[in-house]
């Protein structure tokens, strides 16, 4: 049984969203083919694809696996680990996140936390926590008129000095210089 698209899911096609594919699969009815979500396969027209909750459902119906993606197969366990460990970061990233907190919420050490997450993501966790923290900052700097200390507490960077000085280092400006360009940039469309 298939069920509708909803937008998260569409997103989660598009911008090829790797912590969905523990949660479904979706189907392109044009090629008669199944992805996981995050597939680089070209992004098909929204209105052919039809959502699986497992590759049963899509082989029941007709849809043949992807070769590049294979969604019949099992991800390893480390993956599925660190799509879980990426979970947590996504939805607490406002708060106060060590090692030790991420183990613990993720049943692991925080040493083999960190030597796989590093392994299968190419960076540490907390290059990947700064990382969400500045792109939540970014939406804030674009999208509010919050001071930036606001935003720095709002992304769990309550220290406005280092808010400053990390935003500067992953954007090249600081928060007031990229709003400011956003400005410049949204009135001169």
């Known amino acids: 049984m298939t ?4 937008e998260e899911q569409w997103q989660a096609i598009i911008t090829n969203d790797a912590s969905f594919d523990v ?4 189907g392109v009815r044009t090629t008669g083919i199944f992805c996981r979500p995050s597939c680089k ?6 209105e052919y694809v039809r959502i699986f909750q497992n590759a049963q459902q899509a082989l029941a119906e007709g849809f043949r696996p992807c070769k590049r993606c294979k969604p019949c197969e099992q991800r390893m366990p480390d993956e599925e680990w660190v799509l879980q460990i990426k ?17 613990e919420h993720c ?4 040493y083999y ?13 907390a290059d990947y926590i700064q990382r969400v923290r500045i792109h ?3 939406q804030k700097l674009m999208q509010t008129n919050q001071s930036i200390a606001d935003i720095g507490v709002k992304v769990g960077l309550p220290n406005t000095s280092y808010f400053i000085t990390l ?9 007031k210089q990229f709003r400011l360009a956003f400005q410049i940039q949204q009135t001169e469309k």
Do not use: C, W
């Open 113 to 125: 936390l960190q030597r796989t997450f590093k392994r299968i993501m190419n960076m540490s966790p």
């Open 3 to 6: 069920s509708s698209i909803t």
């Open 167 to 175: 935003f500067k280092q992953y954007t090249g400006k600081t928060p």
């Open 107 to 110: 049943h692991g050490s925080p």
């Open 41 to 46: 396969s070209p992004n098909p027209k929204r």
């Open 23 to 26: 949660v479904f699969l979706y």
């Open 87 to 103: 979970a947590v970061i996504d939805t607490h990233y406002h708060e106060p996140l060590t090692l030790a907190l991420l183990a």
């Open 136 to 138: 939540h900052a970014k």
